[in-house]
């Protein structure tokens, strides 16, 4: 959803009607922009269930939020952010770096002052997400800011967020809206679970197994190796602890696998851009190696034959649990 276009309001009215759209979405805040330069900002954002995502993009700036700015709005936010346009920085207290394209930052009210910014013309992509959703104490949240990069959820995250933003005008108004929020939360979770240090590190990775687990398998659906034994070494447990945990949580692990890969499969089959591939083609490529099995497992849970649904344009039916 469009908030902000600058182009489309009178120029003396510009900077001070982004400040009053940037405080409503993000809280309270500080804002300086680039001198020499003509002001120019574009705001978006979508809602994604505990999910916030923010696009801005124009004119070279400096945001920064302090421990007094979440006394005056008292929100204290999570947020992930990255620079898919220009070269940014970032700024925790004494930590400083660089932010472009290939980099996360991650980033609390609760955690001191902090500070982003971009020269000329750049665009910030960001997601903000309440702290509580997180379920992770404060201090682990705050030691994980400047050893994000360490994490090898660091790059999954990013690979989410771009998909996400790219495609977030088409997704927001469906029905798995809340869903791909809760995967998000789940990401960034699973992200600073990795990052926990000292005694705690222990009990936060025991906490955030199946978060963890859960976000792998994602995003590994279309390898056909994927199997429980594989995803256990790659969690270093058992394969009975995997299952164990799996089990804890409501989660059958080969039955959650196959849902979402045939439910991937079926959007495949009916979009306009994979027209030209065929339907076994599509099901290998989701980890489906028998044209055969494919096509049982489709039909039992949609009520339908890949077939038919594709020469139907994707006719709504039935989902058997």
Same mark, same amino acid.
């Given at each position: 959803m469009l908030l902000l276009e600058t182009d489309d309001v009178p120029p003396a009215d510009r900077i001070e009607l982004y400040h009053t759209v940037? !405080? #409503?979405? %993000?809280? %309270?805040? +500080?804002?300086?922009?680039?001198?020499?330069?003509? =002001?120019?900002?574009?705001?978006?954002? &979508? !809602? =994604?269930?505990?999910?916030?995502?923010?696009? !801005?993009s124009g004119s070279g700036m400096r945001y920064w939020q302090t421990a007094r700015h979440l006394r005056m709005d008292s929100r204290n936010t999570v947020s992930v952010i990255t620079q898919p346009v220009g070269r940014g920085g970032f700024i925790w207290n004494d930590h400083q770096r660089a932010v472009t394209s290939d980099d996360l930052v991650l980033t609390s009210k609760s955690a001191g002052y902090w500070e982003t910014r971009w020269s000329g013309t750049g665009t910030s992509v960001a997601f903000m997400v309440d702290v509580e959703q997180l379920e992770l104490p404060e201090r682990v949240i705050h030691n994980a800011v400047p050893l994000i990069g360490r994490s090898p959820i660091t790059p999954l995250l990013l690979s989410h967020l771009r998909a996400l933003h790219h495609d977030a005008d088409r997704l927001v108004d469906t029905v798995g809206a809340q869903d791909i929020g809760g995967s998000t939360l789940a990401l960034t979770r699973a992200l600073v679970a990795s990052l926990a240090q000292g005694p705690q590190q222990r009990t936060v990775a025991e906490e955030t197994l199946l978060i963890r687990v859960l976000a792998y398998v994602r995003a590994h659906l279309r390898d056909p190796g994927l199997t429980p034994a594989k995803v256990a070494a790659i969690h270093n447990? +058992?394969?009975? +602890? $995997?299952?164990?945990?799996?089990?804890? #949580? #409501?989660? +059958? $692990?080969?039955? &959650? @696998? @196959?849902?979402?890969?045939l439910e991937a499969a079926r959007r495949e089959l009916v979009a306009p851009e994979h027209a030209h591939r065929t339907i076994d083609a599509i099901a290998r490529s989701w980890g489906f190696a028998s044209p055969s099995h494919f096509g049982r497992r489709f039909r039992a849970a949609y009520g339908v034959t890949p077939r038919a649904w594709r020469a139907g344009g994707g006719t709504p039916a039935r989902t058997v649990n």
């Open positions: 940037a !405080t #409503g979405a %993000a809280g %309270a805040s +500080s804002v300086e922009h680039e001198p020499g330069e003509r =002001f120019r900002k574009r705001v978006e954002t &979508w !809602t =994604f269930g505990p999910v916030v995502l923010f696009a !801005t447990v +058992s394969v009975r +602890s $995997l299952y164990r945990v799996c089990e804890e #949580g #409501g989660v +059958s $692990l080969e039955q &959650w @696998i @196959i849902r979402r890969r």
